[in-house]
């Protein structure tokens, strides 16, 4: 992924929940890969308080194909 790609999706993981912005950045700067790129995107498109609670582990009622991506996240 080039440099301005990763800024963008950087900036699309700033959110209004604070510990959603640390769980979000840590990964893409730890454990981001080009295959993650797209279904991040997607998921991205939640309100906040519907991705924090997939990504806390409260709720896991989101579409299987996030199922991947979801769980590298979690164990971030």
């Known amino acids: 992924m080039d440099l301005v790609s990763r800024n963008r ?3 699309k ?3 209004g929940v604070l510990e959603l ?4 950045q840590g990964f893409i700067e730890k454990h981001l890969q080009e295959k993650d790129v797209n279904s ?8 906040d308080i519907d991705l924090w609670a997939i990504v806390s582990g409260r ?3 989101f ?7 979801v769980a590298r996240i ?3």
């Open 13 to 15: 993981c700033r959110r």
């Open 59 to 61: 709720s896991e009622e």
């Open 40 to 47: 991040l995107n997607e998921l991205l498109d939640l309100q």
């Open 74 to 76: 979690r164990a971030a």
């Open 21 to 24: 912005d640390l769980v979000l």
């Open 9 to 11: 999706l950087k900036w």
């Open 63 to 69: 579409d299987s194909k996030f199922q991947g991506i």
